[in-house]
Nanobody, 126 residues
């Protein structure tokens, strides 16, 4: 059974940084399309970033562009989301997702991904 597990969330002051990690069991990130999503209570889950299965295209939401960086370490089978210059509006539960068929493009959505972690909470205080 595929399991994705996020870690690295926490409480940070505005302007600070966090690095989220995503580990997988029974799933290889190499060759998969990977996404990071976030959700706050009462709102729809939104895409933060994704990387295509070939690794040649990465997309970022306009709200995080220039501040967040998605990376993949195929040797360790780990995915990371480096989050810098954090803002209170970045507060959310962050989810890692992966799929062998999904495509990372400007219009990707959470419906494209079949494998999900349970999320890690990020809270940014002002």
């Amino acid at each position: 059974e595929v399991q994705l597990v996020e870690s690295g969330g926490g409480l940070v002051q505005a302007g600070g940084s966090l690095r989220l990690s995503c580990a997988a069991s029974d799933f290889k990130f190499d060759g998969a399309t990977i996404g990071w999503f976030r959700q706050v209570p009462g709102k729809q889950r939104e895409g933060v970033s994704c990387i295509n299965h070939s690794g040649d295209y990465t997309d970022y939401a306009d709200s995080v562009k220039g501040r967040f960086t998605l990376s993949v370490d195929n040797g360790k089978n780990m995915v990371y989301l480096q989050m810098d210059s954090l803002r209170p509006e970045d507060t959310a539960t962050y989810y890692c997702a992966a799929d062998l068929v999904a495509i990372c493009w400007r219009g990707y959505s959470d419906a494209d991904f079949r494998n999900w972690g349970r999320g890690t909470q990020v809270t940014v205080s002002s």
